[in-house]
C-alpha cells in the first residue's frame, strides 16, 4: 500500500484511512458530514496526490491526442483544460481524464490513479507507433495535488498563490515557473475551487500554509469519503464504478465529450452506431422517497417499465438535500430512459424502498447573487 507524500499531515490531523486505489489514503478527519458541510459552505482541502500525471509532447503531440480522444483537443487554447476520456474500441471508458494544453507541442493528461498504469502503457505503445513525433513521460511520482473546494476558496487560494488565480476562468490554469507549480481552477466537488500541482518536497509546506492562511476562512482538510458524497450530489461520474469498460459516454450522458466533427478517434464507429441505434443501457440519477440508503449493487426497477431495471451504481445519503440519492444503469432495450418523476424502487436487503427518477446533476452550486 503506496502512501502520498502528506501522510503525516493527515496523521497529525488525527485521520482516519484507508485503501484506495493501492494508496492508503485519508477516508475522513472530523467526520464526513462535517466535512461535506465544510466544502459546501466554506472550504475544504483534499490531497489528491494519487492521481497519476502523464506528460504528452513533441510536434505530433496534437494529432496523438485528437486520434485517442474523444474530445476536440485542438479546439484548446494555451493555459485551458477539457475533461475527456481514453476509450476502447467499442467506444466504452477505459478511463476519464482532463487534457491540460500548455502550448500545441505540449500537454498533460490527469488519470485516475486505479488506471494510470494502464493509461501510460497505452499511451506509451500508441507513441512508439507515432514515431519520433510524440514522447509520452510519467510526472506522477514528480507531482503532488492539493484541492481546495468551497464558496471561499478563491479568498483562500489567492492569499497563497496570488491574485492571478482569482482572475482563471473555469477549466483554466496557471504555470508559476519560479515555485514549480501549477493552480487550476478545476473540481470534482460541484464547487468552486482549485487544483493545485506542485513539486513532492513543496506539498507539505504547501499544505500546512493553505490551513494556515485558509483558518479565518473555516477551510478544513476533507477526506475521500465527503468528496465522494460531494461528487456524487454535483452529478459526476466515478470511473470504474458509475462508468466503465461496459458503459459510453452516450449511455452515461456524456456525449458531450464525443466531438463528431474533428475526425476519426478511437471508439468512433461504435459511438456513431450507438447513436443511429439508439442505446440499450442509460445512466439515470434517481431519489430515495422511503427509508434507507441505495448502495452500489443495490437493483432498480422503475414501477410502471419492469423491464426498465438495472445495478445501482453509486449511492449515499446526500447532507445538502438531506435525503438518500444515488445513480444506476438501467436496460432500457434502446428505448428512451425513463422521465424524471417517474416511481421507482430499489431494493435494499430484500425490501423495497420507493424512489423517484430524477435529472442529473442532483445538486448545484448557487450563482453569486441569486
Avoid at 502512501?3 to 485519508?26: I, W
Avoid at 464526513?32 to 472550504?43: D, G, I, K, Y
Avoid at 468552486?192 to 500541482?197: P, Q, W
Avoid at 449511455?251 to 443511429?276: C, T
Amino acid at each position: 500500500m503506496q502512501r502520498t507524500v502528506l501522510y503525516e499531515r493527515h496523521v497529525e490531523s488525527g485521520a482516519r484511512f484507508g485503501p484506495f486505489a493501492g494508496y492508503e489514503m485519508p477516508i475522513q478527519y472530523e467526520g464526513v458530514l462535517a466535512e461535506h458541510r465544510a466544502v459546501r459552505e466554506r472550504a475544504g482541502m483534499f490531497d489528491v496526490s494519487h492521481m497519476g500525471e502523464i506528460r504528452v509532447r513533441g510536434p505530433r503531440a496534437l494529432p496523438f491526442l485528437q486520434r485517442l480522444t474523444p474530445n476536440d483537443v485542438g479546439a484548446l487554447r494555451p493555459l485551458r483544460a477539457q475533461y475527456s476520456a481514453l476509450l476502447t474500441e467499442r467506444g466504452t471508458f477505459i478511463d476519464d481524464l482532463l487534457v491540460y494544453c500548455f502550448d500545441p507541442e505540449d500537454y498533460l493528461l490527469v488519470v485516475n490513479a486505479a488506471s494510470r498504469d494502464r493509461d501510460l502503457e497505452l499511451l506509451q505503445r500508441a507513441a512508439t507507433a507515432e514515431g519520433d513525433g510524440v514522447r509520452v513521460d510519467d510526472q506522477s511520482d514528480e507531482t503532488a495535488l492539493i484541492a481546495v473546494q468551497g464558496p471561499r476558496a478563491v479568498e483562500i487560494v489567492t492569499e497563497v498563490v496570488g491574485a492571478e488565480a482569482a482572475e482563471l476562468r473555469y477549466y483554466s490554469f496557471l504555470h508559476q515557473d519560479g515555485s514549480q507549480r501549477m493552480v487550476s481552477r478545476t473540481g470534482y466537488t460541484g464547487e468552486d475551487g482549485f487544483e493545485i500541482y506542485t513539486a513532492p518536497e513543496r506539498a507539505e509546506g504547501l499544505w500546512a500554509e493553505l490551513l494556515e492562511r485558509g483558518r479565518d476562512a473555516g477551510l478544513s482538510p476533507a477526506g475521500l469519503g465527503a468528496r465522494d458524497t460531494l461528487r456524487l450530489e454535483a452529478g459526476m461520474m466515478l470511473c470504474g464504478q458509475d462508468i466503465d469498460e461496459e458503459t459510453t459516454p452516450i449511455e452515461a450522458g456524456l456525449s458531450w465529450i464525443v466531438k463528431w466533427k474533428k475526425g476519426d478517434f478511437v471508439g468512433r464507429d461504435a459511438l456513431a452506431r450507438q447513436r443511429e441505434t439508439g442505446c440499450r443501457r442509460r445512466l439515470v440519477g434517481f431519489e430515495v422517497e422511503g427509508r434507507g440508503i441505495a448502495r452500489h449493487g443495490h437493483r432498480l426497477t422503475v414501477r410502471d417499465a419492469p423491464d426498465y431495471a438495472g445495478p445501482v451504481t453509486s449511492g449515499a445519503f446526500a447532507p445538502t438535500l438531506g435525503r438518500a440519492i444515488g445513480i444506476a444503469r438501467l436496460d432500457c432495450s434502446g428505448g428512451a430512459p425513463p422521465a424524471p418523476g417517474s416511481a421507482a424502487s430499489v431494493t435494499v436487503r430484500g425490501r423495497e424502498i420507493d424512489c423517484r427518477i430524477v435529472k442529473l446533476p442532483f445538486y448545484r452550486r448557487p450563482r453569486e447573487g441569486a
